[in-house]
């Protein structure tokens, strides 16, 4: 069994978060059913400990913010408790501390696995990395040590959840106009964040809503491969996921915009349930463009899009100060009853929005200024903000302007009558924007989802009540994808043909069979361009697939049946392969690789 420190934030949130807390001025550990939460907060008073007087509300009986704090963080613990039938204890570590803030935008917290394991005896895919809390799930016991750690990421690293939250917020430097709700109603007033769902978004990560591998080189963690890779796939590379890729193809997808998806089954199979017909911005006129569709991401403050859409004419937002149209001054021109184009940059989005309010706009849609395919989440949080505000990539924005007398509807039902935050093939897309948003990309689901999820880089108002009984939305679906309910899932598109074939072209007659295959090829044979390569998946025909992209390397054919080779000659030690059945794949390939350069 190996097993990592994994100290990386996986679950940065740069969107209106909400502050953890407790009660009590010492620290110390307090156990909710099977979830410990460890208080390591370096100075009470500002956390768990703070005295300020608060009036009780939605449920939540604490008269101090600090015993709110720790009231909501109990909820929090029951709720993933009840959800995933926790059996062994989690340790969840908790500690306020001031994070980087404005008065417009901030950090407010991170949370994630502490340390994550690989190779241990459990219903799991070897050389294959598990966050700390599914691993001691999965094996039945703790795998780590069992005494709370003293302090916040110290040693001995036992703990199997960090997380710390900005103990500064609604301070005059940090988010000033933004207040937390601790209620536990799911009912927060507007100018409020709910700190219960975001406290459930944070643990979720931790629990295992999170991948390992570096989303800006593609590099796996360590040169290993994690289980929520297995269900990540790429549309656009034929079909392929992050565990049957290398490093280029991996970072590649992790900013593919809507080709990267989950193809998890309970995920897929829950989506109907969960998400809504797809929305879009349906542009009306003028003829030259209408009928035109397009996406667009959501805010995580101000009013939700209204249910039967919100039409009006759009008009370039001008405050007449260099980028005139990014809306960071007071605006020039009267927006009475338009929408407001803005473009992104130079200031926080709820300022551009306070900025196209003031000035008549019934709407706002803020245009990215970075290429890409998929619409930016928009964090922040300013009660003042009392219009839908929504985001749509560069080219959207392009199209938006290029002509006069622009007339849009936001909010019409997508054309196609496709579940909103589904790829064309019905899955459900991750949150995959170019350039890569550290803490953000790859570990979400994508912005389009509708009604949104809990899992969306934001938090939005419209998330569905926090009950055990109905579970939550599609998170805890995922989380019994990667193994939580003690089962190993198979993605939906794995390829459970009866034989192996190379390249649908070559008929091997070996089963193809179903398992758990994990093969890490020797680097000595690699070509630069093969740096990372991993095959894996649920049946046979998925590892030797692992080896297509070598196709295309210089002298394609030796590689791509060097590859084989090396992946069967593994399958045999591993004994997932007879001698015979080796051969007759390693003939095949044998046979296709001259035919790969003519």
Sequence with gaps: MKNTTFLTSIAVTLFAMLPLSQAVADNGPVVVGN??????????????????????????????????RLEAYKRAAEIWDETL???????????????????????????????????????SFPSTWYAAALSNELSGFDLGGTTPDPGFLEPPFNDEIFSLFNSELGTDECLTDSAWYYGLDNNNPAGTIDFLAVLLHEVGHGLGFQNFADDNSGANFLGFPDQWSRFQRDN?????????????????????????????PRVTAEAPNVLGPTRVILVNAPADIAGSELPFGTAGFGPAVPAGGLTG?????????DAASDACEPLTNDLTGKLALVDRGECSFTVKAV????????????????????????????????????????????????????NVSIGAPASDGSLAGTASNGLVKLYAPFPVQPGSSVAHFDVTASPNVLMEPNISGDLQPTNPAVGLDLTDELLNDIGWDGTISCPVDSDDRDTVSLLNFCETGVPNREGTYTVIPSKAWLPAMARGSVAGGCYLQDVVDSCYPLIN??????????????????????????????????????????????
Excluded at 102 to 123: E, K, M, Q
Aim: with cysteine; net charge negative; proline share 8%.
């Design 35 to 68: 979830i410990t939460i460890n208080i390591v907060d370096s100075d009470p008073a500002l956390g768990f400990g703070d005295p300020t007087p608060a009036t009780p509300v939605g449920g939540n009986p604490g008269i101090t913010v600090g015993e709110q």
């Design 85 to 123: 039938d926790i059996d062994v204890q989690v340790v969840l570590q908790a500690i306020f501390t001031p994070l980087s803030c404005s008065p417009g935008s901030g950090v407010l917290g991170a949370a994630g696995a502490l340390t994550v394991f690989r190779d241990f005896p459990a219903p």
């Design 236 to 264: 656009a590379l034929v079909g392929k996921h992050w565990d049957q890729m290398i490093d280029i193809e991996r970072q590649f997808s992790a900013a593919n915009g809507p080709n990267l998806v989950w193809a998890g």
């Design 313 to 321: 004419d759009l008009e370039l937002a001008n405050d007449g100060v």
């Design 355 to 406: 900025n196209a309010q003031n000035a008549g706009a019934i709407g706002v849609i803020i245009a990215n200024n970075q290429t890409g395919d998929t619409p930016n989440g928009l964090g922040g949080s300013d009660p003042a903000v009392a219009v839908p505000t929504v985001s749509v990539t560069l080219g959207g924005g392009a199209l938006l302007r290029e002509f006069p007398g622009t």
């Design 553 to 598: 390397a210089d002298g394609g054919g030796g590689q791509y049946n060097s590859c084989i080779v090396q992946v069967t000659n593994e399958l045999r030690k591993q004994r997932n392969l007879s001698m015979s059945e080796a051969n007759a794949i390693q003939a095949c390939s044998a046979l296709i690789a001259p035919l790969l350069n003519p």
